[in-house]
């Protein structure tokens, strides 16, 4: 990347709007298995089909509201669910490292949860479900998932989605997981704002819990595409081959990490800026913030979390992200992974 000069330096929060459609690699990819009765797609990766097309009937021959009970009691976690044409919706579950996509028809239970990449909505106003996107609201990225000492979870995003008044309060405080064109499911009020006392462009949110409500170290793909499993944490190393998605630019949006020539660079945007970066030749676009950054996906579908989006530099506007080891640091937490 070029010197900046001048600096063109935007931070990736976006005005509440339409999404953007996605673009990902086509790897990690489900089998497609027999359909059941009720069940138009039976999809499975890392199960036999035998398996899956068993699990499949007995959800079909359930009430569509109880599909989510049915899966748990199989041993599998119900991720989230999506409506589909002509009155059905899909539905992703996992296993350990199987990942199973189901579309029914019937009436969409009430099942979603926190994931890394997808999308969130900040607000100077109360949030409603079911109601309308407040004025003034801005569209981000949901990262990572993390625990604190005290056993409690929350969720990880940029800071400046939330933002600071100069009192030092959180401008947008209000926060849900967005599902189109509604606030979605309602999180609660930012936790923690690290940039109060420390450069880094990060804060924590109320997570998700209940019967329907996961909370699961993955990094989101969609419905038709096997999520990533977060498998533990890595370095943001010059060179390094990661990838980040966010609700603007879409899924695994890949590169590498810029090398030592840009560290100078990196300082001056941090001086700028406020807040610690590295960056990336990747390109990243407005509503892109807070999103996962991780290692190129292995073969068995885990990545490992490097760090949050933060903004976009120069007339490429390349992606500069947030490393996450002093983010845990800074808030105490540890990474959630998931099990081998």
């Known amino acids: 990347m070029r010197a900046l000069a001048p600096v063109v330096l935007t931070l990736l929060a976006l005005a509440a709007a339409p999404a953007h459609a996605q673009s990902g690699i086509a790897t990690h990819v489900y089998e497609r298995c027999a359909p059941a009765a009720g069940?138009?797609?039976?999809?499975?990766?890392?199960?036999?089909?035998?398996?899956?097309?068993?699990?499949?009937?007995?959800?079909?021959?359930?009430?569509?509201?109880?599909?989510?009970?049915?899966?748990?009691?199989?041993?599998?976690?119900?991720?989230?669910?999506?409506?589909?044409?002509?009155?059905?919706?899909?539905?992703?579950a996992l296993r350990g490292s199987a990942a199973l996509h189901l579309r029914r028809t019937g009436a969409a239970p009430d099942l979603d949860g926190w994931e890394a990449g997808r999308e969130l909505i900040f607000a100077r106003r109360t949030l409603v479900a079911g109601g309308r996107v407040p004025r003034g609201s801005v569209l981000c990225t949901s990262a990572f998932l993390v625990r604190f000492p005290n056993g409690s979870f929350g969720g990880l995003s940029a800071a400046h989605c939330?933002?600071?008044?100069?009192?030092?309060?959180?401008?947008?405080?209000?926060?849900?997981?967005?599902?189109?064109?509604?606030?979605?499911?309602?999180?609660?009020?930012?936790?923690?704002i690290l940039t109060r006392t420390l450069p880094y462009d990060a804060l924590v949110l109320p997570v998700p819990s209940g019967a329907n409500r996961s909370r699961v170290p993955v990094v989101d793909r969609g419905v038709s595409r096997p999520p990533w499993r977060v498998a533990g944490a890595a370095r943001p190393l010059a060179g390094r081959a990661i990838c980040f998605t966010g609700r603007t630019s879409g899924i695994d949006q890949c590169g590498e990490i810029a090398g030592s020539s840009v560290r100078r660079a990196e300082r001056l945007l941090s001086a700028f800026a406020g807040v610690v970066v590295r960056c990336t030749t990747i390109r990243a676009r407005e509503g892109d913030s807070g999103g996962p950054v991780y290692t190129?996906?292995?073969?068995?579908?885990?990545?490992?979390?490097?760090?949050?989006?933060?903004?976009?530099?120069?007339?490429?506007a390349r992606m500069c992200f947030t490393p996450l080891g002093p983010v845990l640091d800074g808030l105490n937490a540890e990474l959630v992974a998931a099990p081998d």
Do not use: K, M, Y
């Not at 989230?80 to 009155?87: F, K, M, Q, T």
């Open 39 to 92: 069940v138009s797609i039976v999809a499975v990766l890392g199960a036999p089909c035998a398996e899956a097309e068993a699990l499949a009937a007995q959800v079909g021959a359930a009430a569509s509201d109880q599909a989510a009970a049915v899966l748990r009691a199989a041993g599998w976690t119900p991720l989230r669910v999506r409506s589909a044409a002509g009155g059905a919706f899909d539905l992703v």
């Open 162 to 192: 939330g933002g600071l008044r100069s009192d030092r309060t959180v401008h947008r405080r209000n926060a849900g997981l967005r599902r189109p064109p509604q606030p979605g499911i309602i999180l609660g009020r930012v936790q923690r």
């Open 296 to 316: 190129a996906p292995r073969a068995d579908g885990s990545v490992r979390a490097v760090g949050i989006v933060t903004l976009v530099v120069g007339d490429a």
